[in-house]
């Protein structure tokens, strides 16, 4: 009998364990775009991962901004959060609301349709170094954005010429147009969601007037590479290529001769593909150091040169 408990007992705090683990915090800054007048902070929360987030109502926003006001009012209430096991990381986000025209207060048109989202994310590690965009979640796993259909909401819909009864879409915007993989959009009558599997530019419009152009790799790699790093030698900046034949959790670090730990580049998951990081070693002294590559189940390591 004994033995069964304990069996019941290990078993229940190994998925403690690994509940815990899974839970990653994740500071939220918000802040709003106005198109010949700047960017604003208009609040900072934090949350964990896994928790439903409702976005905050405000009474104003910053001075010399309020032409937003509707367009934010349209958001407030919505619910937000990241899916559990999402995250390797703690992480920050900037929420930006982004490309609103000073004079209507409505987000400026994108590839000739009418926008009732738009939205950067911007995402940093908690030193505050900007992760390389597009930051992925991982595999399976998404941000999932819920908009509630309220008043304002379809009162500013109707402001951007969108008829409440059209169908709605969410789609990443590209240099090429809209681009729809890795996003999906649950459209119904008191709501609308968009499933987001990696951060950069969303943007929310009537469903008949974003078109798809799904942007394919050329070359996809066949296997995991480091590059020799250029230029090399090198003062004070350098930068470091590596190729991913599909999507990993990647580790690049910078060691010095006696292994000690100078700098983390890139601690997230990057999509399959070739991706560059730049290294400034501005504050370091000249010397040899080694930058290691670990990605799916490889450890890549190459040399590099500071000469100041």
């Given at each position: 009998m004994k033995k069964i408990f304990y069996f019941f007992l290990v078993f229940a705090l190994a998925g403690s364990l690994q509940f815990t683990r899974a839970q990653h915090k994740i500071a939220l800054q918000f802040?709003?775009?106005?198109?010949?007048?700047g960017t604003a902070l208009i609040y900072a929360d934090t949350i964990n991962e896994g928790q439903v987030y409702t976005i905050k109502s405000q009474s104003s926003l910053p001075s010399g901004y309020s032409t937003a006001k509707p367009?934010?009012?349209a958001l407030a209430g919505s619910e937000f959060y990241f899916q559990?096991?999402?995250?390797?990381?703690?992480?920050?986000?900037?929420?930006v609301i982004s490309n609103v025209d000073n004079t209507t207060g409505n987000y400026g048109q994108s590839n000739g349709a009418d926008l009732f989202?738009?939205?950067?994310?911007?995402?940093?590690?908690?030193?505050g170094n900007l992760l390389t965009e597009p930051f992925?979640?991982?595999?399976?796993?998404y941000a999932v954005l819920k908009i509630n259909k309220t008043t304002a909401f379809n009162n500013f819909l109707t402001s951007t010429g969108i008829d409440i009864t059209a169908a709605l879409?969410?789609?990443?915007?590209?240099?090429?147009?809209?681009?729809?993989?890795?996003?999906?959009?649950?459209?119904?009558?008191?709501?609308?969601?968009?499933?987001?599997?990696?951060?950069?530019?969303?943007?929310?419009?009537k469903a008949s007037s974003v078109t798809a152009v799904k942007e394919i790799p050329n070359n996809i790699p066949t296997q995991f590479a480091l590059k020799q790093n250029y230029p090399n030698p090198f003062n004070p900046s350098t930068n470091?290529?590596?190729?991913?034949?599909?999507?990993?959790?990647?580790?690049?670090?910078?060691y010095n001769i006696?292994?000690?730990?100078?700098?983390?580049?890139v601690n997230a998951t990057k999509a399959a593909g070739v991706h560059s990081v730049q290294f400034n070693a501005g504050n370091i002294s000249s010397g040899l150091y080694i930058y290691q590559l670990k990605a799916g189940n490889v450890t890549l390591s190459r040399k590099m040169l500071l000469l100041k």
């Open positions: 802040y709003v775009q106005v198109n010949n007048i367009l934010y009012d559990s096991g999402s995250l390797n990381q703690n992480i920050t986000i900037w929420f989202f738009d939205v950067n994310f911007f995402v940093y590690d908690w030193n992925n979640f991982n595999t399976g796993t879409k969410f789609v990443y915007e590209v240099s090429t147009g809209f681009d729809l993989t890795g996003i999906q959009t649950y459209d119904s009558t008191n709501s609308v969601t968009a499933m987001i599997s990696h951060f950069s530019n969303v943007v929310g419009a470091i290529t590596y190729e991913l034949p599909k999507s990993s959790l990647v580790q690049l670090t910078v006696l292994g000690e730990k100078i700098a983390t580049l």
